[in-house]
DNA sequence: GCTATTTGACCCTA
DNA sequence: TAGGGTCAAATAGC
């Protein structure tokens, strides 16, 4: 168990191919990492909350949660304050430039041939903007679905070179709440040793766009997701409302944490002058066992989001309780 | 009937 | 020009 997580860690840290810490000047590896320690946070939400919905520390947990997001946003702002005065505004790309829609020019027997389209060139063109990976957070996760938010699959493809597809989601509220928050998700062609021996399927999302929308974590109204949803071995293609699809949750092994005490304590100093500094302890102590070995690998891979940068964080794991 | 997903076509970018 | 992101009609599921 204590390899195969670290095995985990390893391709966290892989991501994306930086595990370095802040280069110069450069902020921008540095805001990469931390949006996508907020996307870890909130997958941890939306783990650990439904557990403990009928549990009186879900509100302290959610506090504490709370708090480490609201660590990173301040941390992002500050640093995109730092951006934004070392250069002009350059491209808020992917998301602010608008799509010329194609009006349908369908006829009823189905899609329009080539010549018929040709024909009616009048018509304003479908514009596809290629995303900028300057806008990406992208992570490793066995629980693709899990984020705390709401999504509409839109798309699927074939990669070059991928055996598996790569599907294409948007917020839901994209339409009532302009919300242009996206991501992407592509199983990985290889596989994680999960805590309990089992070889887990680990899928790659990459998120682009912030949410606007209020229906997320953000906004405290939280996708309430069952334990039981929780699922390691999920197809790409399903998405969190097919849920009754979903198979059970990961079966734990005899070499499972069962109970034991997970103590993580997380401490991060984020502005200036080093007011604002959030401790989480003892997270995992809350938990029901079912969850501890999702949790455990949610908490590393936050840990090693966190770690390449050079703020005041530390992670303390009590590795003689976590590893059996 | 409504909503979400599937899937082939379209079109932009590298 | 190939690859990949998005659109939108068709389809499935409730």
Redesign the pocket.
């Given at each position: 168990m204590k390899q195969s997580s670290k095995r985990y860690l390893a391709s966290v840290c892989d991501t994306d191919g930086q595990c370095s810490p802040t280069h110069g000047c450069d902020h921008k590896p540095a805001l990469r990492e931390i949006a996508r320690g907020q996307c870890l946070v909130t997958q941890l939400r939306a783990i650990v909350l439904p557990a403990l919905q009928a549990d009186e520390r879900g509100d302290l947990a959610a506090q504490m949660l709370e708090g480490i997001l609201d660590c990173s946003r301040k941390a992002m702002s500050e640093l995109q304050l730092l951006l934004s005065c070392e250069a002009p505004d350059e491209d808020h790309a992917?998301d602010d430039k608008s799509?010329v829609?194609?009006?349908?020019c369908?006829d009823h027997?189905?899609?329009?041939?080539?010549a018929a389209?040709n024909k009616k060139n009048a018509k304003p063109?479908?514009?596809?903007?290629?995303?900028r990976f300057d806008d990406s957070v992208s992570l490793e996760t066995p629980v693709p679905h899990y984020d705390g938010h709401q999504w509409?699959?839109?798309?699927?493809?074939h990669?070059?070179n991928s055996k598996h597809p790569?599907?294409?989601y948007r917020c839901?509220y994209r339409q009532e709440e302009k919300c242009k928050a996206?991501k992407?998700v592509q199983q990985r062609e290889d596989r994680y040793a999960s805590s309990n021996g089992d070889h887990s399927v680990m899928y790659t999302v990459v998120y682009?766009g912030q949410h606007t929308c209020c229906k997320g974590p953000a906004g405290h109204d939280h996708v309430v997701v069952e334990p039981s949803q929780i699922s390691t071995t999920e197809s790409p293609?399903?998405?969190?409302?097919?849920s009754?699809d979903a198979p059970p949750p990961p079966a734990h092994g005899d070499n499972n944490i069962h109970g034991n005490n997970v103590s993580v304590t997380c401490s991060l100093v984020v502005t200036e002058d080093g007011q604002a500094s959030m401790d989480s302890n003892k997270l995992l102590d809350m938990l029901p066992e079912a969850d501890d070995d999702l949790t455990t690998d949610v908490l590393f891979d936050m840990a090693a989001a966190y770690a390449p940068l050079d703020l005041d964080i530390n992670w303390e794991i009590d590795a003689d309780t976590l590893w059996l």
């Open positions: 992917v799509r829609r194609k009006i349908s369908s027997d189905g899609r329009s041939s080539k389209e063109l479908r514009q596809h903007k290629r995303r509409r699959k839109y798309g699927q493809k990669i070059n790569r599907s294409y839901t996206t992407t682009y293609s399903q998405s969190q409302s097919s009754s």
